[in-house]
């Protein structure tokens, strides 16, 4: 693991790191703090003073994940998370509490950045990790799904999401961003969630094209099992399908119906973030922050 450490020049960039990822938040069009206080709840974030690194705690177990930095980053309190500076070369990173979960937020500021991200996961033992879709799902000794690791996003300063995956070395987690041609700055980010259910989180616009496709394929009453998601002939669907029943035993029905139910309803945003709980199954789409979508 390799990770260049030369500081961000004083003069490219605002002396604080705080003021630097809230100026780069800003360019990239993203809420730079949770629009209000998260409740106390399982999955609860303790983010580290000194590096930027988070432990999710539910039930008296935990999940990390650490960024791999520069031992001399500086950090500052941010709302309710913390802005480390200097974490590689013109890179820093916020850490900060979703729901549920926490989020690890790099942001490069010129094309000098690694486009290539470290994150060691620690898990409590006889937890496993598995693939599903573009991210991953953390399943217990018992074969239950206990949390999360979201598909990976980067997006641009022109708001242009940029090509991004993850591969899993062993207990590292690697995020790579392609950042040929971008207009930095550029923010990307991990996202875990653990032992408070999993869940599904999409804009309005990605919600009405779900709706708009199970409309097509079956009527205002799709019913499939994840038995069944192969034999989905819309691909938007078998996606949604794929990750959903990754997550375990989903109601599909459930998903398509509270997705269905609240694109007829009008109260659709587009630019909204929606999320439906996927274990235990739930069967409504409720509107929530917006940094759950990012």
């Not at 960039?13 to 998260?38: D, T, W, Y």
């Not at 989020?103 to 496993?128: D, R």
């Not at 206990?146 to 207990?171: H, Q």
């Not at 097509?216 to 669907?237: D, F, M, R, S």
């Amino acid at each position: 693991m390799v990770v260049t450490t030369m500081a961000v020049p004083a003069a490219a960039q605002p002396s604080s790191p705080s003021h630097r990822i809230e100026r780069a938040m800003s360019k990239v069009g993203l809420q730079n703090s949770p629009e209000e206080a998260l409740p106390t709840r399982k999955g609860a974030a303790k983010i580290s003073a000194d590096r930027p690194a988070v432990q999710v705690v539910a039930d008296g177990a935990s999940v990390g994940l650490a960024l791999a930095a520069d031992g001399d980053s500086v950090a500052a309190a941010e709302g309710d998370g913390r802005a480390f500076g200097d974490v590689a070369r013109d890179m820093d990173a916020l850490v900060r509490p979703v729901e549920g979960g926490a989020q690890i937020l790099t942001v490069m500021y010129t094309a000098a950045a690694p486009g290539t991200h470290y994150y060691e996961l620690s898990l409590p033992a006889g937890t496993s990790v598995k693939a599903v879709g573009a991210g991953f799902v953390l399943i217990d000794s018992a074969g239950l799904v206990v949390g999360a690791i979201e598909a990976p996003w980067a997006k641009d300063a022109s708001g242009r999401y940029l090509p991004t995956s993850y591969t899993l070395n062993g207990s590292t987690l690697v995020q790579t961003t392609d950042t040929a041609g971008a207009a930095f700055p550029v923010v990307a980010d991990p996202k875990l969630t653990y032992g408070f259910g999993v869940y599904l989180n999409m804009f309005g616009w990605e919600a009405r094209a779900y709706a708009i496709a199970a409309i097509a394929v079956g009527g205002t009453a799709l019913a499939v099992g994840c038995t069944a998601v192969g034999k989905i002939p819309n691909p938007l669907l078998r996606t949604l399908a794929s990750l959903a029943c990754g997550a375990g035993a989903v109601n599909l029905t459930k998903v398509w119906n509270a997705i269905i139910t609240i694109y007829r309803s009008n109260a659709l945003q587009n630019n909204s973030c929606y999320q439906m709980k996927i274990i235990p199954t739930g069967d409504k789409l409720v509107k929530v922050n917006g940094s759950n979508c990012t």
